[in-house]
Every structure is written in C-alpha cells, then in structure tokens.
C-alpha cells in the first residue's frame, strides 16, 4: 500500500510502500495522533520511518492494488 505523508512547512511529502493493510496502517496513525508523540511506520524493505505527530500535515493511505510493470495499453 501506498502511504504519502503530508510534513507541515516541508516542501515535498514523505512517500512509501508498505505491506501493512489499511486497516492496520489507520489505527497505527490514529493511535499516534491520538497519544501524541511520534508515528512509527515500517516500509516494505525494512525501513523505519518516524515522524513526529506535532508536524503531521496529513496522511493519505493509497490502494492495495500491486503497481504494474510495464505499458499499459
């Protein structure tokens, strides 16, 4: 799944892959912006991603569709 995370006053967004589901990716981001503190989030190559909640401008979860290889026609 796509997940692109929007950073308050940062030109560009934070964007990776993750095989979390959205279901698992939503309450991971709600309970951080719920507690407050940090978002912790893993991409699919094993890489952790901490991102303070206080500069969290949003976070769009993509599809779980597989990207395609290829052209498309």
């Known amino acids: 799944m796509e997940i692109r995370i929007g950073i308050v006053n940062a030109p560009r967004e934070l964007s990776f ?3 979390l ?3 698992e990716l939503t309450g991971q981001v ?3 912006l719920t507690n407050g ?3 912790k989030l ?3 190559k094993g890489r952790l991603y901490v991102v303070p909640t206080a ?3 949003y976070v769009e979860l993509g599809t779980e ?3 395609r290889i290829g052209f498309v026609g």
């Open 37 to 39: 503190g940090v978002l």
């Open 17 to 19: 892959e993750s095989s």
């Open 30 to 32: 709600e309970t951080a």
């Open 65 to 67: 569709e597989s990207r």
């Open 21 to 23: 589901s959205a279901e």
């Open 55 to 57: 500069g969290i401008g």
């Open 42 to 44: 893993t991409d699919d």
